[in-house]
């Protein structure tokens, strides 16, 4: 879209939001005079918020590695995202930690950012793991988000890259905190795996909050492609989960170039040995012959061709999405309100027509 064509749309949708606050006031609908300047908000900012979201144990932290290229955020079988972690844009790479109470940011080593862990659940018997776990939560409790600066080409232009805590948490802070950002997000990069296919839950996740968000710009991510057993059986996880993904979303959303199985862990080898990192025996057998093969070329091209092209029309049909779900909520009330004005109506004429006789 021509930068010309993008102004003039983006000022169209801008009027018709004020239109939208000054019929919400008219009408004494304050909710949706708030939604309408909260599109409004977003407009200004020219931010385009891209999630990362997925079960823990799906390979979430490895992936986000591979992308930057160097393992910096923990990885387990067990929950190790404690809080959102924000990747923007810098030529240096940088950590600082953003306090709830507003208190200047903290400025960390790239040691003491990876230590920013979820705590292990603590051993009811043992009074001291109790005490530790509840200190320790209480701590990452004061901390709104991390930022990572870091010299990431997707992040280039605005672009920030959000890591959410595992959808699946048992923790509930946790959770109310990755859906918090889901409401904000532009796009969604949604980790699925190979060796787990699409389950319940996910699929719950993926229409409740996700479709429920208004977010249409969704990219599938299968990992663990290195666990696979060659080019037959990882066509067969492609299909299923495309079958299966067809099944939950709506006609207009388009699969094409939106599912893509990788190997993470791989693609992070190959990043450290490029890098002239020391590699363990097991790093080393794990090392892929070249970098396409770890699925990452082709996801990395897809991503990159979209933030530089479509982030902006993207964020212009959201927000469209959003003030029409606005509308639409506003038109209910007020044919529920007239409803219940001629019910009223009615049954005064009734009350009127009883007494007309002793009149």
Do not use: W
């Amino acid at each position: 879209m021509k930068l010309h064509d993008y102004l003039n749309r983006e000022e169209v949708l801008q009027l018709e939001l004020e239109n939208l606050k000054k019929i919400g006031r008219k009408l004494g609908m304050g909710s949706a005079v708030k939604q309408a300047q909260a599109i409004k908000n977003c407009l200004k900012s020219d931010t385009f918020h891209l999630l990362i979201v997925g079960e823990f144990s799906r390979g979430k932290s490895t992936f986000v590695n591979a992308l930057l290229g160097r393992k910096i955020l923990p990885s387990s079988k067990n929950p190790t995202t404690a809080i959102i972690s924000k990747i923007v844009y810098g030529e240096q790479p940088d950590y600082h930690i953003f306090y709830r109470d507003e208190a200047e940011p903290r400025r960390l080593s790239e040691a003491e950012f990876i230590k920013l862990t979820a705590p292990k659940e603590p051993d009811e018997n043992d009074p001291a793991s109790v005490q530790e776990y509840i200190r320790v939560q209480e701590e990452l409790s004061k901390i709104d988000f991390a930022q990572i600066t870091y010299p990431l080409p997707f992040c280039q232009n605005g672009v920030e890259v959000v890591d959410t805590p595992g959808t699946n948490d048992l923790n509930t802070v946790r959770l109310d905190i990755t859906y918090g950002y889901l409401a904000q997000a532009d796009a969604v990069v949604l980790l699925l795996s190979a060796t787990q296919p699409l389950s319940a839950s996910e699929a719950e996740f993926l229409r409740e909050r996700i479709l429920g968000n208004q977010i249409q710009d969704i990219f599938f991510v299968i990992s663990r492609k290195d666990e696979l057993d060659g080019p037959e059986q990882e066509q067969s996880v492609v299909d299923f989960m495309t079958e299966n993904l067809r099944k939950i979303l709506p006609k207009e959303i388009s699969l094409k170039n939106r599912i893509f199985l990788v190997a993470s862990r791989g693609a992070l080898i190959y990043h450290i040995n490029e890098q002239g990192g020391k590699l363990t025996m097991k790093q080393e057998m794990e090392l892929p012959e070249n970098f396409a093969e770890t699925g990452f070329t082709a996801f990395e091209e897809t991503l990159g061709n979209f933030l530089a092209e479509e982030k902006g029309m993207v964020r212009l049909r959201k927000h469209r999405r959003e003030a029409l779900s606005i509308i639409r909520t506003v038109q209910n009330d007020l044919s529920r309100n007239i409803a219940i004005a001629a019910h009223s109506a009615d049954e005064i004429r009734v009350k009127a027509a009883s007494l007309q006789g002793q009149f």
